[in-house]
């Protein structure tokens, strides 16, 4: 009988507790992102208990190598240099690949020995599939250093393994308490065997894997996920397909307008208008658009935006030194939010672009703490981040400034009021059951889910909350009040009240 193919796998505690990856349980079948690391003890914290040797073919990146713990290059001897460079590819192994990254330029048919990590999809191009059989967590001892409140790893310690069925949710970690022992235990994740010849048949694709949404008017637009197509769905909820001239690729967003849709992302610009064939109108990549009208605001990451008409017209637009976060429509004019690239500089500076490309460029404003995925907001012009909501002037500068009790991961505007993302409360934390108006006993036979809240503007009062089975969300609002909601690749419709899951909606594919 073959030998089974077996891996040994460290999921990262970040990546379940964000929820990344389901908790894995011994006898379920998982899927997640993978990262194989050349073993070191001293970088990775692992013993040769998590170690394997394993032969794959590696694909290079084309990129060139970067750099870790140097801020300024030109700082860098040419000797340091050598220390400090690591090269990225990917790994084809036999039923798996994962992203990988080493102090030597390699290519081909390699012999590796390291770790194998689940982690976050930002974080790894390949993946994984397979049955788990074992799941210990792992722990590693910390000691207090000084300054106070500083902590590292207790020399001569080795990691701790101990048997479970199921990961937990969320790991033990009591270095954060006033009280808390030195040395301290700390989990640090779940150290896994994944059988990839029990997984069963891989699951056929849906005809359409929904990721993003905008509404016009009683209009709605819906874009896949990877596929170069889109979706119409009228008044009567009924779906029309649009092909477009793009690849199968990642990373798409949709802005509906009253006469059809943009579509902007790594490819460049197109549009869809019914009746007429869908078009590329740029290839530049868009990294943040807007729509006034039938007018769209394409932002490139290379410093080069446009502002495109439905009849063909360009106009490009002069732009400041920064990167681009988030673009949104302010009445006639567009509002592009930016972060300076230097790390030295607070805050963000928001820019009011009009029609004719003249720009205006405010003051920077300074945000709370944790200000690393901002969402900018219209209705009033506003900026959310973590637990604020920032009101914004006509002319940029920030007005007024209110909290919510709890943190969230991302927010967005929808009809006159907004919406965020995050973790369900369980009562525990001083905001207690907010956003939910109560103790409240979870429906988990659907999995591992997170919670979209819709609150109104002025008062920032919760109006619904619903279940959704994603931590990336795309929410639009319809003329006639009805709230959708792509999530896990699932069109749905939002229900009204608290914690009802939303009704997923037929497309009609086949």
């Given amino acids: 009988m073959d030998r089974r193919r077996v891996l040994t796998i460290l999921v990262d505690r970040i990546a379940i507790e964000d929820g990344q990856i389901p908790p894995p349980a011994i006898g379920e079948v998982v899927e997640f992102p993978l990262r194989f690391w050349e073993y070191s003890t001293s970088e990775t914290g692992t013993d040769q208990h998590d170690a394997m040797t394993i032969r794959a073919r590696l694909e290079p990146s084309g990129r060139p190598p970067h750099r870790r713990g140097v801020i300024d290059e030109t700082a860098a001897t040419d000797n340091a240099g050598q220390h400090d460079l690591w ?291 219209t209705s009033p012009l506003g900026i959310a981040c973590y637990d604020s909501v920032v009101t914004l002037a006509p002319t940029l500068e920030a007005t007024d400034t209110q909290h919510v009790p709890r943190r969230f991961f991302y927010a967005g505007t929808v009809g006159d009021g907004l919406w965020t993302l995050g973790h369900p409360p369980d009562g525990t934390a001083r905001s207690g059951w907010w956003p939910l108006p109560g103790p409240t006993e979870y429906d988990h036979d659907r999995g591992q889910f997170w919670l979209l809240t819709v609150l109104d503007r002025d008062g920032l009062t919760p109006t619904l909350s619903a279940p959704v089975l994603s931590s990336t969300v795309s929410v639009a609002r319809t003329d006639d009040g009805t709230l959708w909601v792509a999530a896990g690749g699932v069109l749905q419709i939002l229900r009204p009240g608290t914690m009802q899951w939303p009704d997923p909606v037929d497309l009609g594919l086949q």
């Fill in 87 to 377: 090269w990225g590819g990917l790994l084809r192994g036999d039923g798996w690949t994962a992203s990988w990254e080493g102090q030597r330029p390699r290519t081909g048919q390699v012999e590796l020995t390291g770790t194998f990590h689940g982690v976050m999809g930002i974080d790894a191009e390949g993946s994984v599939r397979g049955r788990v059989t074992r799941v210990q967590v792992v722990s590693h001892s910390w000691q207090r250093v000084p300054p106070p409140r500083r902590w590292s790893l207790t020399p001569g310690r080795r990691p701790t393994y101990r048997e479970v069925d199921r990961a937990p949710r969320f790991f033990t970690d009591d270095r954060f308490d006033a009280d808390c022992p030195s040395p301290t235990d700390v989990d640090t994740g779940a150290l896994i065997d994944l059988d990839l010849d029990d997984a069963g048949p891989y699951p056929l694709r849906p005809p359409a894997v929904i990721a993003e949404v905008s509404a016009a008017g009683d209009d709605l637009w819906a874009l896949d996920a990877v596929l170069p197509l889109a979706f119409r769905i009228d008044s009567d909820h009924r779906a029309s397909e649009y092909l477009f001239p793009g690849p199968v690729r990642y990373g798409r967003s949709v802005w509906a307008t009253p006469t059809g849709c943009w579509i902007g992302g790594p490819d460049g610009t197109h549009r869809l208008t019914p009746g007429e064939p869908a078009r590329t109108v740029d290839d530049t990549p868009v990294v943040a658009g807007a729509v006034v009208g039938e007018h769209f605001l394409a932002c490139g990451g290379a410093g080069r935006w446009s502002i495109h008409g439905p009849g063909g017209e360009s106009r490009s637009v002069e732009v400041p030194t920064a990167v681009v976060t988030a673009a949104i429509a302010d009445g006639d004019s567009f509002v592009v939010l930016l972060h300076s690239p230097s790390p030295r500089t607070d805050g963000v500076v928001l820019v009011r672009v009009g029609l004719d490309g003249a720009m205006d460029v405010g003051d920077p404003v300074i945000l709370d703490d944790h200000h690393d995925r901002p969402s900018l907001l």
